[in-house]
């Protein structure tokens, strides 16, 4: 999404991917598109990093052992994508699904492309901004809030796009908004079952521990996603990384 490497502790340098016009005009475009041609779903992030299909193995390996009733948030969910690509070998249902996203054209395009997706019957697209916005658990439905969270919460690109974000915060600490992240998304995850799983191409997997397990998020490692790493002046890395984190009581 960037190349910029930041250095340690440094914010990524903002662009138009942090601001919600550069979605809304992406999602008014992807809709025009879609009605056009059903088959045009719009962009699948970080496909070339087959994240979506390695996210679904980590979901269904045994170290999770989640059951087919778990409930899922897809913060961010863009064109809804994921959820959908979840629902594909009826190892979950939908049912206890939720997408949400500030982008009124992506909450559009997902229910749109949800009507014409029969096991996604059940799935939930909602309008919320993650950082501006603070729901109660029954935003979500009357399960959420009975449960206590999600037992999943899905991240793909969103925490990376706030991270764009030159916005500070109101509260007069100089803070950039996407330093709230993680304290206002850990309060929807399940304590101590659920999990934040989070995947970013802005930040390396070291950056990415940090930034979610600042003070006050409650969250700590649970498990991460191999991806293929290659080796650029001495240093290992990947395109992508994916961490899991449980919120701890
Ligand atoms: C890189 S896209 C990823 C979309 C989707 N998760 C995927 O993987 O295809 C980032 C998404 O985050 C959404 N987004 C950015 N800031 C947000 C916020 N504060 N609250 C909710 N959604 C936000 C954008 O509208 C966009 O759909």
């Known amino acids: 999404m960037s190349s910029a490497e930041p250095a340690e502790d440094a914010h990524l340098n903002p662009s138009a991917l942090g601001t919600k016009a550069h979605w809304d005009s992406l999602y008014a475009l992807e809709l025009t598109n879609h009605s056009a041609n059903p088959?045009?779903?719009g962009t699948i992030w970080f496909s070339d990093s087959d994240c979506e299909s390695r996210i679904y193995q980590y979901l269904t390996s045994d170290s999770l052992s989640l059951p087919s009733t778990s409930t899922f948030l897809d913060v961010g969910t863009g064109n809804g994508h994921l959820l959908f690509?979840?629902?594909?070998?009826?190892?979950?249902e939908g049912d206890g699904m939720v997408g949400v996203d500030y982008s009124e054209g992506s909450v559009e395009l997902a229910r749109?492309?949800?009507?014409q997706t029969p096991e996604a019957a059940g799935v939930k697209f909602l309008r919320l901004d993650v950082i501006q916005d603070t729901p109660e658990l029954a935003f979500f439905g009357e399960r959420i809030a009975e449960e206590g969270g999600f037992d999943v919460i899905l991240d793909k690109g969103t925490f990376d796009a706030i991270s764009l974000s030159d916005q500070l915060l109101e509260d007069g600490?100089?803070?950039?908004?996407y330093e709230v992240y993680p304290e206002k998304v850990a309060k929807w995850v399940k304590p101590d079952s659920g999990i934040l799983l989070v995947t970013s191409c802005n930040?390396?997997?070291?950056?990415?521990?940090k930034k979610m397990t600042v003070e006050g998020s409650g969250?700590?490692?649970k498990g991460r996603i191999k991806y293929p790493e290659f080796t650029f002046g001495g240093k290992k890395g990947s395109t992508v990384c994916s961490v899991a984190f449980q919120r701890k009581r």
Do not use: Q
Request: aromatic share 6%.
């Open 39 to 41: 088959d045009d779903v």
């Open 112 to 115: 749109n492309i949800a009507e």
């Open 85 to 92: 690509s979840l629902l594909e070998d009826g190892d979950f």
């Open 219 to 221: 969250l700590e490692v």
């Open 173 to 177: 600490t100089g803070r950039r908004i």
């Open 203 to 209: 930040w390396t997997e070291e950056e990415l521990v």
